[in-house]
């Protein structure tokens, strides 16, 4: 394999790991004061450095490794529930959002149990999660246009961390919906698939750096 | 291949879009704002110069029905002082001496009147409680202030913007309303202060018609500046059953 294929092949771990050690550099020497949100957003990118490591060691070691990917499955969820707990202010969206990820606790459990079991690629329940954290994210930046505007929304820790999961989410949706057809089709199509996906995480990881650096937050009410 | 690529595009699209939309309303929220700052500030002038117009107009009925006539009644006195009746006049001094000191003490009083800032260094309350006062004392109205909850001070430019719009309905009152009382309610509750200005004069029919220009302007500019304070402004009258003006006003 050439070092082209390589580094495509473990950037899920390469640019999780450049951040995170680009966080610490700055929390260790530069004083960066972190927000529950930024906490959040590591956790996040611990979180891929380990599994991914770990799915990668696996698949090296020529081993099924798709049960890690259930794992990072669900444990996304949890991180990136959290998250949105956070940001939404008001009631009915927390609530909209506990729904949300019950809604997803069941259909993984059915999933994992009927459709796509622990030794197969947990696409339809990783679609399922993009598709929920869209849906928070675009709830997250109408209620941004329908408050009060802030003087720059650039500027803002929040809209960032929205901005990430948007993109990440998004961008991959259309890959863990086609993932199951492809796979059938051809195992090179995944492949291909999975670098795309890794080049996706990694702007998703540098929105997410964006967002850790960003120093102003918007009141919790206008999100 | 292809699809995700779409897919991410679509993302990226909407988020430039977004930002560009988002900029926009903030551009335009942060002009209102400078605009709605301006014409605050304006509203603030205009309060400060119709104060000290009512005040002198005020000062001058004062001083002609009250001072002057007291002053006349001293010069009547010492004008009346018969040299050849010397048992009159230590009466007469002693009348004048009273009259002259009531004169003194209306003077101070309207010299305290002089300039806006003095009217509400004391507070809104005060300056509303003076005004009846003043109103009062032309022996044509019964006045009278209540004051509900707990008093919470305001911003000084509220309460100029505030005593200016209770000056206007007393003005409303006094040249349209022929009515005997006037009276204020001041409640305050829910980080709210609320003011009630009842008179039980004659009333008016809403909407007003067209001879009513002058009570109109007056009624939509109190409306204004309650809106400027981000306060309701409401009117309850009927022909004869007299008017009640509410202000609400957040504290």
Known sequence: MDKHNLFFIYLDIIAPLAVFLVVLFTVLYR???LLP?????????????????LANYLQDQRVNNHWVYHLNCITTQGIFTVYFYYLFADASKKRLLMYGSL??????????????????????????????FVGFSLMSFYGWMEGLPASNILLLKEFWGAAGILFYFGSSFFIFISYEYLSEVSAKNVGILWKLHNVFLTLGCLIFL???FSKQWILKSSS | MIGAAVFALLVITFLFRFILLYQKKSIAFTSEKKLMETQFQQEILLSQLEIQEQTLKNISQEIHDNIGQTLSLVKLNLNTIDMEKPAVIPQKVDNSKQLVGKAITDLRTLSKKLHSDSILAAGLLKAIEFELGLVEKSGVYQTSLTINGEP???????????????????????KHAHASTIAISANFAHNHLQLLIDDNGNGFKLPLEQGDINRGIGLRSMENRVKLLNGQFAIETALEKGTQIQISVPV
Do not use: W
């Open chain 1, 31 to 33: 004083g960066l004061k």
């Open chain 1, 37 to 53: 949100y930024d906490r959040i957003l590591i956790s996040f990118l611990l979180a891929q450095i380990i599994l991914n490591s």
């Open chain 1, 103 to 132: 809604f997803f606790i069941v259909f993984y459990i059915i999933n994992i149990v009927f459709i796509q079991p622990y030794y197969t690629f947990a696409s339809y329940s990783y679609a399922m999660g993009a598709f929920l």
């Open chain 1, 210 to 212: 964006k967002a850790i």
């Open chain 2, 152 to 174: 919470v001070t305001l911003d000084a430019q509220k309460e100029l913007i505030l005593f200016r719009i209770v000056q206007e309905a007393m003005n409303n009152i006094i």
